[in-house]
């Protein structure tokens, strides 16, 4: 059937003038042992190939522990958002690095700052925790507050409150993400489109999980959280519990509201 998938796709392509590249192409089968655990390619023997215009090639098998870049993004198969935290601060530490060597004035400083931006454009598709987060940041925190003549241990809740707060205005990337996680959610819900169709089907498996008749949104995160299967539905309904802001609505169409 994956072998099918893949001549049809291909077919398809290669009906609009388009080909596939081998060299960027790769599979793997996700299939669990008897112990639980993920196995390994040379446990789940098979190739799938290429056409490739009449020149056929054996595309790359992987384990699905292993990650591959894919439009700027670290993913692999079982989820584990490992490989592309350590992209972001190896990107972190490099951008540090220039900063620290570099005489610059303090609102130049301040400024350049704007590498955040480099670290929320994946985060409408990654799970980092908190804490992931926060490793991400340090360097570059480190290396900007004191260019912008700002004690480096300077309270992080001043830093990374808003203004009206008197804050310093920089937001934290996590919550940039659980914000445009939300926002996911929330405009797909209204829209026939393969999101939405997504989106359902992760919330429905959830509420199946879950096995309530409340929406799970509703029930604290800490009582029932351990029941939902592992993903992107799921890390977002631990991130919101954290905070005041819940979901209202049935499944597939929601609003945001604000608990008092």
Known sequence: MA???????????NVNDGALAPENSYWCLIYINSDGQHADPEATPGELIL???????????????????????????DGSM????????????????????RHINPTIA???VTITKTIEYPLMATCISRKGMD???????????????????????LVLGSLGFQGFGLHHPSNSQLIEHLQAIVTHSHRDSPSHNLHLQNL?????????????????????GHLAPKGWIQ????????????????LGYYSFQLRI
């Open 135 to 157: 490793d991400i940041m340090r360097p570059i925190l480190q290396a900007a507050l004191p260019k912008a003549a700002i004690q480096k241990r300077f309270p992080r809740k």
């Open 3 to 13: 072998q099918q998938a893949l001549d049809t796709w291909e077919w398809l392509i």
């Open 82 to 101: 490992h490989d592309e935290v350590q992209s972001q601060k190896t990107k972190a530490k490099k951008w540090a690095d220039a900063v620290q060597t």
């Open 204 to 224: 429905e498996l959830v509420q199946c999980y879950v096995r309530s008749e409340l929406p799970f949104w509703d029930l604290p995160y800490q009582l029932h």
């Open 235 to 250: 890390f977002t309904w631990e991130e919101l519990s954290a905070t005041k802001l819940s979901l209202r609505g049935p």
């Open 51 to 77: 056409n490739n215009k009449g020149d056929p090639v054996v595309i790359e098998h992987l384990a699905v522990t292993e990650a591959k870049e894919t439009l700027g993004i670290w993913s692999r198969p």
């Open 110 to 112: 301040w400024c350049s």
